[in-house]
T-cell receptor
Protein backbone atom coordinates (compact mmCIF):
# COMPACT_ATOMS: atom_id res chain seq x y z
CA UNK A 1 0.00 0.00 0.00
CA UNK A 2 0.89 3.65 0.01
CA UNK A 3 1.65 5.63 3.11
CA UNK A 4 3.37 8.89 3.87
CA UNK A 5 4.00 10.32 7.32
CA UNK A 6 5.32 13.61 8.67
CA UNK A 7 4.98 15.46 11.98
CA UNK A 8 1.88 17.59 12.37
CA UNK A 9 3.47 20.66 13.93
CA UNK A 10 6.89 22.14 14.67
CA UNK A 11 8.05 25.38 16.23
CA UNK A 12 11.33 27.22 15.92
CA UNK A 13 12.84 30.68 16.40
CA UNK A 14 14.18 33.15 13.90
CA UNK A 15 17.72 32.40 12.75
CA UNK A 16 17.55 28.78 13.82
CA UNK A 17 17.76 25.58 11.74
CA UNK A 18 14.85 23.16 11.54
CA UNK A 19 14.58 19.71 9.99
CA UNK A 20 11.22 18.34 8.88
CA UNK A 21 11.18 14.59 8.42
CA UNK A 22 9.07 12.51 6.07
CA UNK A 23 8.77 8.75 5.77
CA UNK A 24 6.95 6.96 3.02
CA UNK A 25 5.98 3.50 1.81
CA UNK A 26 5.17 2.82 -1.80
CA UNK A 27 6.00 0.70 -4.81
CA UNK A 28 7.19 2.14 -8.08
CA UNK A 29 8.77 5.20 -6.47
CA UNK A 30 9.59 7.91 -8.96
CA UNK A 31 10.60 10.95 -6.93
CA UNK A 32 10.06 12.88 -3.69
CA UNK A 33 8.75 16.43 -3.62
CA UNK A 34 8.50 19.13 -0.98
CA UNK A 35 5.91 21.89 -1.28
CA UNK A 36 5.38 24.99 0.83
CA UNK A 37 1.88 26.24 1.56
CA UNK A 38 1.17 29.51 3.34
CA UNK A 39 -2.18 29.81 5.08
CA UNK A 40 -4.97 30.44 2.61
CA UNK A 41 -2.75 29.96 -0.42
CA UNK A 42 -1.91 27.21 -2.89
CA UNK A 43 1.04 24.84 -2.46
CA UNK A 44 4.20 25.96 -4.25
CA UNK A 45 7.08 23.74 -5.33
CA UNK A 46 10.22 23.76 -3.18
CA UNK A 47 12.35 20.76 -4.11
CA UNK A 48 12.56 17.44 -5.90
CA UNK A 49 14.77 14.43 -5.15
CA UNK A 50 14.92 11.29 -7.23
CA UNK A 51 18.43 10.11 -6.29
CA UNK A 52 19.82 9.50 -2.82
CA UNK A 53 21.59 12.42 -1.24
CA UNK A 54 21.26 16.08 -0.44
CA UNK A 55 19.98 18.77 -2.78
CA UNK A 56 20.77 22.31 -1.68
CA UNK A 57 18.90 25.38 -2.84
CA UNK A 58 19.76 28.52 -0.91
CA UNK A 59 18.48 28.33 2.67
CA UNK A 60 16.55 25.14 1.90
CA UNK A 61 17.97 21.64 1.43
CA UNK A 62 16.25 18.32 0.87
CA UNK A 63 17.62 14.86 1.53
CA UNK A 64 16.46 11.47 0.25
CA UNK A 65 17.24 7.88 1.20
CA UNK A 66 15.30 5.56 -1.06
CA UNK A 67 16.38 2.40 0.75
CA UNK A 68 14.99 3.78 4.02
CA UNK A 69 11.92 5.45 2.53
CA UNK A 70 13.01 8.66 4.23
CA UNK A 71 13.39 12.31 3.35
CA UNK A 72 13.91 15.53 5.21
CA UNK A 73 13.65 19.21 4.46
CA UNK A 74 16.24 21.40 6.15
CA UNK A 75 15.55 25.10 6.58
CA UNK A 76 18.42 27.32 7.67
CA UNK A 77 18.49 30.89 8.96
CA UNK A 78 14.79 30.77 9.63
CA UNK A 79 12.72 33.86 8.91
CA UNK A 80 9.23 34.76 10.03
CA UNK A 81 8.02 34.33 6.45
CA UNK A 82 8.98 30.65 6.64
CA UNK A 83 5.96 30.06 8.87
CA UNK A 84 3.87 27.78 6.65
CA UNK A 85 2.82 24.22 6.09
CA UNK A 86 5.39 21.96 4.41
CA UNK A 87 4.02 19.09 2.38
CA UNK A 88 5.98 15.98 1.51
CA UNK A 89 4.80 14.05 -1.56
CA UNK A 90 5.98 11.09 -3.58
CA UNK A 91 5.44 10.30 -7.19
CA UNK A 92 4.61 6.86 -8.48
CA UNK A 93 4.78 5.39 -11.95
CA UNK A 94 2.37 7.94 -13.34
CA UNK A 95 2.53 11.59 -12.50
CA UNK A 96 -0.02 11.74 -9.70
CA UNK A 97 1.55 12.97 -6.47
CA UNK A 98 0.52 11.45 -3.16
CA UNK A 99 0.78 14.07 -0.42
CA UNK A 100 1.33 13.81 3.29
CA UNK A 101 -0.91 15.85 5.58
CA UNK A 102 1.77 18.48 5.98
CA UNK A 103 3.84 19.87 8.82
CA UNK A 104 2.82 23.28 10.12
CA UNK A 105 5.94 25.26 11.04
CA UNK A 106 5.63 28.26 13.32
CA UNK A 107 8.61 30.60 13.47
CA UNK A 108 8.74 33.03 16.38
CA UNK A 109 10.99 36.00 17.07
CA UNK B 1 2.14 32.79 -18.18
CA UNK B 2 -0.95 33.38 -16.05
CA UNK B 3 -0.56 30.11 -14.19
CA UNK B 4 -3.41 27.75 -13.38
CA UNK B 5 -6.70 29.63 -13.25
CA UNK B 6 -9.63 28.51 -11.12
CA UNK B 7 -13.12 29.88 -10.71
CA UNK B 8 -14.94 30.72 -8.62
CA UNK B 9 -12.49 31.53 -5.82
CA UNK B 10 -15.22 31.20 -3.21
CA UNK B 11 -18.54 29.42 -3.32
CA UNK B 12 -21.23 29.27 -0.68
CA UNK B 13 -24.22 27.08 -1.43
CA UNK B 14 -26.96 25.16 0.27
CA UNK B 15 -27.12 21.43 0.70
CA UNK B 16 -28.64 19.73 -2.33
CA UNK B 17 -27.53 22.35 -4.83
CA UNK B 18 -25.29 21.63 -7.79
CA UNK B 19 -21.78 23.07 -7.67
CA UNK B 20 -19.47 23.44 -10.66
CA UNK B 21 -15.80 24.29 -10.25
CA UNK B 22 -13.72 25.36 -13.23
CA UNK B 23 -10.05 25.14 -14.11
CA UNK B 24 -7.82 26.37 -16.92
CA UNK B 25 -4.40 24.65 -16.84
CA UNK B 26 -1.10 26.19 -17.91
CA UNK B 27 -0.85 26.15 -21.69
CA UNK B 28 1.18 23.19 -22.95
CA UNK B 29 0.72 21.07 -19.82
CA UNK B 30 -0.51 17.58 -20.61
CA UNK B 31 -1.64 16.62 -17.11
CA UNK B 32 -4.43 18.10 -15.04
CA UNK B 33 -5.21 17.16 -11.45
CA UNK B 34 -8.08 17.87 -9.08
CA UNK B 35 -7.36 17.80 -5.34
CA UNK B 36 -9.44 18.43 -2.24
CA UNK B 37 -7.90 19.77 0.96
CA UNK B 38 -9.36 19.61 4.46
CA UNK B 39 -7.81 19.91 7.89
CA UNK B 40 -8.70 16.33 8.72
CA UNK B 41 -7.59 14.57 5.54
CA UNK B 42 -4.98 16.91 4.08
CA UNK B 43 -4.54 17.17 0.32
CA UNK B 44 -6.31 14.32 -1.46
CA UNK B 45 -6.10 13.50 -5.15
CA UNK B 46 -9.58 13.18 -6.64
CA UNK B 47 -8.89 12.57 -10.33
CA UNK B 48 -6.31 13.33 -12.97
CA UNK B 49 -6.29 13.62 -16.75
CA UNK B 50 -3.61 13.07 -19.38
CA UNK B 51 -4.26 14.72 -22.75
CA UNK B 52 -7.90 15.28 -21.73
CA UNK B 53 -8.46 11.61 -20.88
CA UNK B 54 -9.27 10.61 -17.28
CA UNK B 55 -6.52 8.29 -16.06
CA UNK B 56 -7.34 7.65 -12.42
CA UNK B 57 -10.59 8.62 -10.72
CA UNK B 58 -10.22 6.29 -7.75
CA UNK B 59 -10.09 9.28 -5.41
CA UNK B 60 -13.51 10.58 -6.39
CA UNK B 61 -15.58 10.17 -3.20
CA UNK B 62 -18.81 8.94 -4.73
CA UNK B 63 -21.16 9.24 -7.65
CA UNK B 64 -22.11 12.76 -6.63
CA UNK B 65 -18.74 13.89 -7.97
CA UNK B 66 -17.92 14.03 -11.66
CA UNK B 67 -15.13 15.66 -13.68
CA UNK B 68 -14.71 16.43 -17.34
CA UNK B 69 -12.02 17.82 -19.58
CA UNK B 70 -13.59 18.65 -22.95
CA UNK B 71 -10.40 20.24 -24.29
CA UNK B 72 -6.79 20.94 -23.34
CA UNK B 73 -7.57 24.30 -21.78
CA UNK B 74 -10.60 23.61 -19.63
CA UNK B 75 -11.82 21.21 -16.97
CA UNK B 76 -14.79 21.09 -14.59
CA UNK B 77 -15.46 19.34 -11.32
CA UNK B 78 -19.14 19.00 -10.52
CA UNK B 79 -20.83 18.03 -7.27
CA UNK B 80 -24.51 17.13 -7.50
CA UNK B 81 -26.13 17.16 -5.02
CA UNK B 82 -23.76 18.91 -2.65
CA UNK B 83 -23.56 18.04 1.06
CA UNK B 84 -22.02 19.89 4.04
CA UNK B 85 -19.20 17.32 4.24
CA UNK B 86 -18.07 18.48 0.77
CA UNK B 87 -16.95 21.77 2.29
CA UNK B 88 -13.22 22.06 1.53
CA UNK B 89 -10.71 23.84 -0.65
CA UNK B 90 -10.57 22.34 -4.12
CA UNK B 91 -7.31 22.76 -6.01
CA UNK B 92 -6.60 22.23 -9.66
CA UNK B 93 -3.00 21.59 -10.73
CA UNK B 94 -1.24 20.95 -14.02
CA UNK B 95 2.13 19.60 -15.11
CA UNK B 96 4.18 18.86 -18.19
CA UNK B 97 4.75 15.32 -19.40
CA UNK B 98 6.76 13.08 -17.10
CA UNK B 99 10.51 13.37 -16.62
CA UNK B 100 12.53 14.76 -13.72
CA UNK B 101 11.46 18.10 -12.37
CA UNK B 102 9.01 18.43 -15.23
CA UNK B 103 6.72 16.38 -13.10
CA UNK B 104 6.43 19.39 -10.84
CA UNK B 105 2.79 20.27 -10.44
CA UNK B 106 1.68 23.88 -10.46
CA UNK B 107 -1.37 24.62 -8.38
CA UNK B 108 -4.15 27.07 -8.97
CA UNK B 109 -5.33 29.40 -6.17
CA UNK B 110 -8.12 27.02 -5.17
CA UNK B 111 -11.88 27.27 -4.75
CA UNK B 112 -13.11 27.55 -1.17
CA UNK B 113 -16.42 25.73 -1.03
CA UNK B 114 -18.84 25.99 1.86
CA UNK B 115 -22.00 23.90 1.76
CA UNK B 116 -24.57 24.96 4.36
Amino acid sequence: GQNIDQPTEMTATEGAIVQINCTYQTSGFNGLFWYQQHAGEAPTFLSYNVLDGLEEKGRFSSFLSRSKGYSYLLLKELQMKDSASYLCAFNQAGTALIFGKGTTLSVSS
Amino acid sequence: DAGVIQSPRHEVTEMGQEVTLRCKPISGHDYLFWYRQTMMRGLELLIYFNNNVPIDDSGMPEDRFSAKMPNASFSTLKIQPSEPRDSAVYFCASSLTSGGTRETQYFGPGTRLLVL
